[in-house]
Structures are given as structure tokens and as C-alpha cells.
């Protein structure tokens, strides 16, 4: 959540920066009335108690006609400090309510605009000339199904739409993308993780999952849990309630896990193979990092999610995502999309998401430097997310003979395979 002194001071910025995502502007004023009720509320409540506790050591020293007077007094105080008791909770409540709706103030240098209004940083490879090379390429299915290493048919047959099988050599590529990509992070200081894909609400709404993007969430009734669309939940609630030493920073993780996503709102999109899916499994970087050092972590991210698709030979571009494009937690996005050939198109792989305090506020994650404690900042980055950098592997490194070349960075994972192999081959 932001910091409730910052709309207090500068309520416009917080206004320019709703209506830059899109969200709603009116909440803005509502909170700053709740705000201050709550703060009048609790100024009133006090009084109410001092004069209460005054009261109360005057009573045993009156008599007659006094003491009648201050009993009576007594009990109206005592129902004026319930009433203003009451009417505190409720304010807090109230602004608690409304401070969830507000989402991350976006970074000034981010475009404005929505979907289709980001701004391209760099492009990065070139991609293939098929037509120069003499045949026309399959898309992904296509060449899995012929590889033996994809199978929607069933996974539709056992789970519905938008599930899968990988099997045979679509495992074991799934295991040596995984693998290697945890082999990256490692070198680069990241301590590996396997999180839990259950959680509890406090932790799904500290990450900023239960507002927006809500729909998006599948969630157990019966047991109140979540499952998380990333590891980026598991990991940014790892130190909730927790202080830590300015001395650890910057702390950053590698989380594995399955991440589950509704895709509400996306039918008829993507529904051939297994670009967009309900389940899926993904390497994700995740870093807490002193406030003033966010900017430069955030870039960092971006340089190890370029190091990894630079290490995959995929043909890539990166962008500056639009603010109204922004998850609520993030202040600003950067995209890797890779080149689809048979979409004729650049597509989302990674993203990596500066999310400043706004997640460590809510969770309540803050960091002592020296006698100050305060909150600290998070940040995130996809570093595989896998069945689309199956997509893209298969189709950029297709062969005309219907094989795929197996990039350098994954060929120890695969027992130093360099092609894959259709199954009638």
C-alpha cells in the first residue's frame, strides 16, 4: 500500500498517478475523508478517556449531591467513550478498506496509455527468414505432438481446456530449462527456493493479487487458501512481520513452483497448444532491497532475464510497460517478448516488476538501519516461465527436417542431446 503521509501531503500525485492506471480517482478523496475521521475519531476518543480517568479519581472523594453529579457525568462519559471508541474502529476500517484500492504510484518515466502503448527499449537477435530457408514453419503444437512431447488432447480429456501433458523429451526439456535457469540464478547469489502453491489470504492480498487481478485467482473456499498464480507470493510473504538487518540486503530468491491461473477475460485467446494455460510451472527472482536501491535492482533483473534468453537464442524485445498495463503493487514493468514465428510476433516471456514499498507495507516486511526501521523495497522477475519458453524454443529453433536444435546453455540437461528427434524418425 503507499504511505498514507504522501497522500496527506500530495494527494494530487496520487490522483495523476489513478488516473494514469485507469483505476478509480474518486477513492482518493474517500480515503483522505475516512483518514480524517479516523484521526478526528481517535483525538476525540483520547480526550474522552483523560477526562474519564480524571473523573474517576474525583468520585471517591465526593459526597452527597457532587458524587450523584459526578456518577451521572460518569456514565455518560462511559457511553461517549464507546460510541467514539466504535466510531475510530469504523473509520480505520474504512480508510484500511479504501487504502487497499489504491494502487502503486507509477514511476514518472513511465508511458501512459494502455495495452498497446508501451515504449520498445531495444530489440535484441534477429529472427529467422523462413521463407529464405526454404520452408514454411510449424507452430509449437504442431512440432510437439510430432517431437512426442506435448499433449493437450488428453490433458483436456482429464482437466478441460487449456491443460496439458509434456512428455518424453517435452519433460525433459521442461526439467532442463528449470534446471539451467536455476543454475543461472544461483551463480548470480540467488538462493533457490521450492515455495508452497497454497496460501493464506493475508498473504495473496499483501502482494497486491486480491484486487485487480482477483478474478485471475483460483481460491479453496472450504479452507481459505489460495493458490498462486507465482511464486512471487510465496516468496514476497516469506519475511512478513519480520525485521531485518540493513546489513542482510539485498536478500533475493529463486522460487520454483506450479502457478495456477484462471484467465478470466481471455477466451478465444491463445487457446491453440500451450502458450496461455491454467497451470504451469515457472522460475521466478524475487529481491528485497533497501528503498533507495530499487531503480538499480530492478535493472539488474532485467540484465538476468536478458543473460537468460540471450543464453536460449531467442530473438527478443524489450519493453517499457504502459501504465494502465501496471499490476496495482508495481510501480514500474519491464517486458522480455519473444519472437513467435508463427504468429509472426513478439510475445511476453518474462516480465520484471519494481514494486518500491507498496508490497512490504502490506506485509508488513521492514528493514533497521541503524535506529530507524522502515519499510524496505521488493521487486520481482520471471526467469523461465516454461510452457511459453517451450513455445519459443520450438518454433525459433525448428528444423526443416522437422528437428529442433537444442540451444548449448540446455544440452548438459538433456545428456548432451543437441537435436530433438520426431518420433517417427
Not at 494514469?20 to 480526550?47: I, K, M, P, Q, T
Not at 481459505?224 to 507470493?233: A, K, N, R
Request: aromatic share 6%.
Amino acid at each position: 500500500m503507499i504511505d498514507l503521509r504522501l497522500l496527506r501531503e500530495d494527494p494530487d500525485r496520487v490522483r495523476a498517478s489513478q488516473r494514469a492506471r485507469g483505476e478509480d480517482v474518486d477513492v482518493v478523496d474517500a480515503l483522505l475523508s475516512a483518514d480524517e475521521r479516523r484521526r478526528s475519531s481517535s483525538v476525540r476518543f483520547d480526550e474522552l478517556r483523560s477526562e474519564q480517568k480524571a473523573l474517576g479519581k474525583l468520585i471517591p472523594k465526593a459526597a452527597g449531591d457532587e458524587k450523584a453529579e459526578l456518577l451521572k457525568r460518569a456514565g455518560e462519559l462511559s457511553a461517549a467513550v464507546k460510541a467514539a471508541d466504535a466510531e475510530q474502529d469504523e473509520a480505520a476500517a474504512e480508510a484500511q478498506r479504501l487504502l487497499l484500492r489504491i494502487g502503486n504510484i507509477v514511476h514518472p518515466d513511465v508511458p501512459r496509455g494502455g495495452e498497446d502503448d508501451f515504449v520498445v527499449l531495444g530489440t535484441v537477435g534477429t529472427p529467422r527468414d523462413f521463407a529464405a530457408e526454404g520452408f514454411e514453419p510449424k507452430d509449437h503444437l504442431e512440432l510437439g505432438q510430432s517431437l512426442g512431447a506435448i499433449d493437450v488432447e488428453r490433458g483436456a480429456k482429464v482437466s478441460g481446456s487449456r491443460f496439458y501433458y509434456l512428455t518424453g523429451v517435452g519433460a525433459l526439456l521442461e526439467l532442463a530449462l528449470v534446471n539451467a535457469a536455476i543454475a543461472q540464478a544461483t551463480a548470480a547469489g540467488f538462493t533457490p527456493m521450492l515455495t508452497p502453491a497454497l496460501v493464506k489470504p493475508r498473504a495473496m492480498e499483501g502482494t497486491g493479487f486480491l484486487g485487480q487481478a482477483a478474478q485471475d485467482v483460483y481460491h479453496l473456499e472450504k479452507d481459505d487458501f489460495y493458490l498462486v498464480g507465482t511464486s512471487e507470493v510465496p516468496l514476497a510473504a516469506y519475511h512478513m512481520d519480520e525485521i531485518l538487518d540493513a546489513s542482510q540486503l539485498p536478500l533475493r530468491y529463486a522460487g520454483f513452483s506450479p502457478c495456477f491461473r484462471r484467465e478470466a477475460g481471455t477466451y478465444g485467446k491463445d487457446t491453440r497448444g500451450i502458450f496461455r494455460v491454467h497451470q504451469f510451472d515457472k522460475v521466478e527472482m524475487f529481491s528485497y532491497v533497501a528503498p533507495e536501491d530499487s531503480e538499480a535492482e530492478h535493472a539488474r533483473l532485467l540484465e538476468w532475464e536478458k543473460q537468460w534468453l540471450n543464453s536460449l537464442e531467442l530473438p527478443y524485445q524489450v519493453i517499457d510497460v504502459a501504465t494502465g498495463d501496471l499490476g496495482s503493487s508495481a510501480s514500474r514493468k519491464f517486458d522480455c517478448e519473444a519472437w513467435i514465428p508463427t504468429q509472426g510476433k513478439y510475445r511476453e516471456l518474462t516480465s520484471t516488476s519494481n514494486c518500491d514499498e507498496f508490497q512490504s507495507r502490506r506485509l508488513s516486511v521492514r528493514m533497521r538501519d541503524g535506529k530507524t526501521v522502515k519499510p524496505l523495497a521488493t521487486l520481482n522477475g520471471t526467469l523461465c516461465a516454461v510452457p511459453r519458453t517451450i513455445v519459443a524454443l520450438l518454433e525459433n529453433h525448428q528444423q526443416a527436417d522437422g528437428t529442433v536444435r537444442v540451444p548449448e546453455v540446455l544440452r548438459p540437461y538433456l545428456g548432451g542431446r543437441e537435436i530433438l528427434e520426431p518420433l517417427a524418425r
